[in-house]
């Protein structure tokens, strides 16, 4: 069933001059907008954004449209593509999704919106930002971390890792922390069997991207990733993927101590301990805790890659002024502690909304933590390329490759730049 909620609220006074041809003023009457959107009952942010935007627009009604997690992108494109004009926002799911709706000249440009022009995005904003345009709005923004289990540390007498670390550092630790056999084995960390803990690392310098064409820069990182495994310090790509298991599986049983992951995985950590009913002291802020993604020598402590999620309003929408309206209030200072308050990262991370992630019931207790909320520095995971769907597809399968021992790692890595390299030049 397609979820609904009903916002209130009137629709303030009109959004002033737009730039878009054919825009409408906003309305002073009754609408309805539709918001594509996925994993309605899983997302905790969605229905208290429109709850507090229904407290000042009692005139709209904004019906949720849940196409699922699984095939998102394809059912948004499908749609979108087809100039259906029964959705009003989109959410943009990442870069290869937006330049697709791009791509299609399905979404109305917004730069004339007051997030388009206001500080505070860490180059979030920047990510979207076309010669031709602004088409969305971030909203929500998530960075890598190292997820630890301090219990683990404890018990092996382990300094727990810094918030200054070099991947050499890190290693060093992980490869301390692997104990036991069997059962009882506890490995040094976790490598997920997504491509991103494997490449992450590699861009971080800034002198490469995932959109380069050549990724000749990539081999040393796919030689580690394959030594931390053939040693026993990470668990093997080929049964993990297998097994389709979760990353959050081996952390939660403690079966690892360490786990590079994005920010999302905070909001997770905090609801799994809110759930654990059993054992509830085992998921609490003093057994885990987090700090800064590990940083090659010469790079900046607190150097990450970040991935954005964004609001976008379709060119077909009957509505244009009031989704108008409702993305750059999500995207804004009004949505951003809304968001905030479900421990999820705004795109807007003020100090207020690093303050309230921190402040909510079950986030580690120490300093660390804290300080690892607030990144030094993000690149982009993906940048912007109108080909970037097909660029993240060649990767993944490259990736696949090289972990599941297919192929060696030069001849995987001379096959991303066989089948990228082309659609860059």
């Known amino acids: ?39 309605w009952n899983k997302t905790a942010y969605y229905a208290p954004l429109i709850e507090a935007y229904e407290r000042t627009h009692p005139d709209v009604t904004i019906k949720a449209t849940d196409l699922g997690s699984a095939d998102y992108e394809m059912m948004l494109m499908t749609q979108m593509a087809g100039g259906a ?55 929500r923004s998530d960075f ?36 036991g056999f069997g059962p009882d084995k ?66 939660f049983n403690a079966q690892v101590a360490m786990m590079p992951m994005g920010s999302w995985f905070v909001g997770i950590q905090m609801l799994q301990q809110a759930a ?52 750059a209030w999500v995207a804004g200072p009004e949505g951003a502690p809304v968001v905030a308050k479900t421990a999820n990262f705004p795109a807007l991370l003020s100090d207020d909304a690093i303050a309230i992630i921190a402040a909510q019931p079950g986030f580690p207790d120490d300093p660390a933590s804290r300080e690892a909320l607030r990144p030094a520095h993000t690149l982009i995971e993906m940048p912007y390329h109108p080909e970037a769907a097909d660029i993240q597809l060649m990767l993944n399968r490259g990736h696949d490759a090289i972990m599941s021992a297919s192929t060696s790692v030069a001849d995987g890595i001379a096959q991303m730049n066989r089948q990228i390299g082309p659609l860059v030049e």
């Open 276 to 327: 654990d009913t059993t054992q509830p002291a085992q998921w609490g802020p003093a057994h885990w805790g987090i700090v800064n993604f590990p940083h090659e020598q010469g790079v900046p402590a607190g150097t990450t890659a970040s991935q954005v999620t964004a609001l976008g309003v379709n060119a077909n929408s009957a509505n244009r002024a009031a989704a108008m309206d409702f993305v």
């Open 144 to 179: 890598w971390v190292v997820y630890y289990n301090k219990d683990l540390f404890d018990a092996a007498g382990v300094d727990y890792p810094k918030n200054d670390m070099t991947w050499a550092q890190f290693d060093a630790t992980a490869r301390e922390m692997t104990t």
């Open 186 to 251: 506890v490995y040094g960390m976790h490598l997920h069997t997504w491509r991103s803990p494997v490449q992450l690392p590699a861009i971080l310098d800034g002198s490469h991207t995932a959109i380069d064409g050549n990724y000749d820069y990539l081999q040393p990182w796919y030689e580690r990733a394959l030594a931390l495994q053939s040693d026993g310090v990470a668990m093997e790509y080929g049964g993990l993927k297998a097994s389709n298991t979760h990353y959050s599986g081996p952390f």
């Open 1 to 39: 069933m397609t979820p609904t909620v009903k916002s209130a609220g009137m629709l303030a006074a009109a959004l002033g001059t737009l730039a878009t041809a054919g825009m409408v003023a906003a309305q002073d009457r009754p609408v309805t907008l539709h918001w594509a959107l996925w994993d």
């Open 85 to 139: 004009n029964n959705l009003d926002i989109v959410t943009i799911k990442n870069i290869p999704n937006y330049a697709q709706l791009v791509h299609a000249n399905a979404l109305v440009d917004l730069s004339d919106t007051a997030p388009a022009r206001a500080e505070g995005y860490t180059g979030m904003r920047d990510a979207l930002h076309l010669d031709h345009g602004l088409f969305a709005l971030p909203f």
